[in-house]
């Protein structure tokens, strides 16, 4: 890694926790800068958790930059895909770190998108009862959203992520040269993440986005403002709320549709990824708010018009194959960890960049809903 590499332009968005306080760099050459990058950390032995495709692609340069850097590093790797966030993956994982001997003083590195990342993040927590966290994420939805903000954890048979524990990465390194390799239906995926902050509360940033997807896509300075927006968005949002008693639970804009739907295919990246499962949900989520007199039907057909324009998916029926009908979808909902006494929580908006967390929704609206938009 030469030295004007790793001074190329990078931006950098602060955590600001008190006294757990993290910097996520966002810039290309920080896989093969990692070495040095670390110091500061002042571990002797690093981690490495990856997935194959990952690991073909990218490990190579980090292994070589860690053991340039002074630091002994093994690694992981595990199979691609959602199916990974598992008890027996996590089996595997932890008992992989506990082989190389990586210490309490030591370093859990995730190199890989959202499921490495939460999947190692949570062993991390669990490692020796918590074990300093540095993401290295290589797909945009890790990027910009699951690296940032301490959600680790693993799926379960009864929903998404219901297995895991708040544990705040030491350091991000956002290398925006991995994303070159990332397919194009990951990228996608990855940007209804983007998307949703616009959605959430900057009305400005989601205008920015539909004159300037195309260049996001593209790469380039669209595609690295993008990022550090998110960032610092999502970064504003946890500093505020670390534990999601209240504001950060807007986060989970699309969530709750989402989730339900990645259960309902059983975590079969083949039919719907996360991201796919958050566009559904936050068009679901726009046009429930719609019924239920909140926002305009002209707003809805916005948010479903842009996520459209980039190729994801909007409509239930936009998931391959049988999903089981809308009770099958309402009682998965009923895993989500927004529910408070039984009822359920949903994220439902007022227009672009007015979202707000609604308790109590009435479940018989939401089954009406659903059963209205299967059938149509
Ligand atoms: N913790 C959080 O706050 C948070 C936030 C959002 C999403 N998530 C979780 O993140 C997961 C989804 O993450 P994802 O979309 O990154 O999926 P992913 O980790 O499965 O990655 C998508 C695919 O891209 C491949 N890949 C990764 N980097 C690549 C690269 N640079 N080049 C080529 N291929 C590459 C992976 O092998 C995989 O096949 C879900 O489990 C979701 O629940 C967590
Ligand atoms: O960081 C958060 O808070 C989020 O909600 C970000 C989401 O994009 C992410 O998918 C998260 O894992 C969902 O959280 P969960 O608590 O509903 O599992
Ligand atoms: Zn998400």
């Not at 199916?83 to 994982?93: D, H, I, N």
């Not at 995730?110 to 290295?136: K, N, S, T, Y």
């Not at 693993?154 to 929903?159: D, E, F, K, P």
């Not at 997807?213 to 946890?238: H, L, M, Y």
Request: aromatic share 6%; proline share 3%; glycine share 12%.
């Amino acid at each position: 890694m030469s030295d004007t590499a790793l001074a190329a332009p990078r931006s950098t968005v602060h955590v600001a926790l008190e006294g757990r306080g993290y910097d996520v760099e966002i810039g290309p050459g920080l896989i093969a800068g990692a070495g040095r990058l670390l110091v500061p950390l002042g571990a002797r032995r690093v981690g490495v958790v990856t997935d194959e495709n990952v690991a073909r692609l990218h490990l190579d340069p980090l292994m070589a930059s860690l053991e340039a850097g002074g630091l002994a590093a093994s690694s992981t790797v595990v199979p691609a895909g959602e199916a990974s966030k598992s008890f027996a993956v996590l089996e595997e994982v932890s008992n992989a770190l506990l082989a190389s001997k990586v210490e309490r003083g030591d370093l859990v590195l995730a190199l890989g998108g959202g499921v490495v990342g939460d999947l190692a993040g949570f062993a991390a927590a669990i490692l020796r009862r918590g074990v300093r966290l540095v993401q290295m994420p290589t797909t945009l939805l890790a990027q910009v959203d699951s690296s940032v903000g301490g959600k680790t954890g693993i799926n379960t048979r009864h929903g998404k992520n219901l297995i895991g524990a708040f544990h705040q990465p030491s350091l991000v390194l956002a290398d925006a040269d991995a994303l070159s390799t990332l397919p194009l239906r990951d990228f996608r995926a990855g940007y209804a993440e983007v998307a949703k902050y616009g959605l959430i509360n900057d009305a400005a940033f989601f205008r920015w986005l539909e004159d300037n997807w195309q260049e996001v896509f593209e790469g380039g300075p669209a595609r690295t403002k993008a990022i550090a927006a998110s960032c610092a968005n999502k970064a504003g949002v946890v500093a505020r709320d670390e534990f999601e008693t209240g504001e950060r639970a807007l986060l989970n804009l699309g969530h709750t549709f989402g989730h339900a739907l990645e259960a309902a295919v059983g975590y079969d990246d083949k039919r719907l990824v996360h991201g796919e499962g958050v566009a559904i949900g936050m068009a679901l989520a726009f046009r429930f708010s719609a019924e239920l007199g909140l926002v305009g039907a002209d707003q809805a057909d916005r948010v479903a018009a842009h996520l459209k324009a980039v190729g994801l998916p909007t409509r239930i029926q936009d998931v391959p194959g049988d999903l089981g009908d809308a009770r099958r979808l309402l009682d998965l909902m009923g895993q989500d960890k927004k529910v408070k006494a039984g009822k359920l929580t949903f994220i439902l908006a007022r227009g672009v960049g007015q979202s707000f967390i609604a308790n109590d929704v009435a479940p018989e609206n939401v089954l009406s809903f659903l059963t209205s938009e299967l059938s149509s």
